[in-house]
T-cell receptor
Framework: AQTVTQSQPEMSVQEAETVTLSCTYD???????LFWYKQPPSRQMILVIR??????QNATENRFSVNFQKAAKSFSLKISDSQLGDTAMYFC??????????FGKGTKLSVKP | NAGVTQTPKFQVLKTGQSMTLQCAQD?????MSWYRQDPGMGLRLIHY???????DQGEVPNGYNVSRSTTEDFPLRLLSAAPSQTSVYFC?????????????????FGPGTRLTVL
């Protein structure tokens, strides 16, 4: 069975600085997808970034980028130039051939002014 | 395009009552799913459907029923509510299977329903 582990329950960062959130996963599949979702206090689940496992190039979306290490089964999220609006829960998720999303327990990120 | 909609946004039930959480999507997605979110637990899959007439259990299905009579709707039924079902419930949808490069693998979430069972 696939599992997703986020080892940092809480993190904080100063505004304008860079922070990296960690995620590791376990799977025997070769083709799959990885996601980072953001959940602000509004509770809405917002897709931040996605990575297709067959692509070696790390995904980037504006200030958000990932470091995808397939052999190590690691998928970290880097947020550059942190903004107050980045304060939220961040969930790492895995989607394999079955199609179901498997989530980590989340990292609560606080951006301080 | 409304995306994924859920009703109600909030609900309070007494133990033993039944109710249905509604979920609808207008993106013609085949795959729909229900998750519950509890503090410190992330989101856990309750039930999912890969198309009209097809449903299956996820990680935490006990106490919940689903049906999928149309592509658009995927209601979640609580048969006899228990305090352990106090949670935030999310519905999500996507294309049936991940298609490389098409973005069809992305799941889109509804706004959630906060349910309290007394």
């Amino acid at each position: 069975a696939q599992t997703v582990t986020q080892s940092q329950p809480e993190m904080s960062v100063q505004e304008a600085e860079t922070v990296t959130l960690s995620c590791t996963y376990d799977t025997s599949e070769n083709n799959y997808y990885l996601f980072w979702y953001k959940q602000p206090p509004s509770r809405q689940m917002i897709l931040v970034i996605r990575q297709e496992a067959y692509k070696q190039q790390n995904a980037t979306e504006n200030r958000f980028s990932v470091n995808f290490q397939k052999a190590a089964k690691s998928f970290s999220l880097k947020i550059s130039d942190s903004q107050l609006g980045d304060t939220a829960m961040y969930f790492c998720a895995f989607r394999g051939s079955q199609g179901n999303l498997i989530f980590g327990k989340g990292t609560k990120l606080s951006v301080k002014p | 395009n409304a995306g994924v909609t859920q009703t109600p946004k909030f609900q309070v039930l007494k133990t033993g009552q039944s109710m249905t959480l509604q979920c609808a999507q207008d993106m013609n997605h085949e795959y729909m799913s229900w998750y519950r979110q509890d503090p410190g637990m992330g989101l856990r899959l309750i039930h999912y459907s890969v198309g009209a007439g097809i449903t299956d259990q996820g990680e935490v299905p006990n106490g919940y029923n689903v049906s999928r009579s149309t592509t658009e709707d995927f209601p979640l039924r609580l048969l006899s509510a228990a305090p352990s079902q106090t949670s935030v419930y999310f519905c999500a949808s996507s294309r049936r299977t991940p298609f490389p490069g098409f973005g069809g693998d992305t799941q889109y979430f509804g706004p959630g329903t906060r349910l309290t069972v007394l």
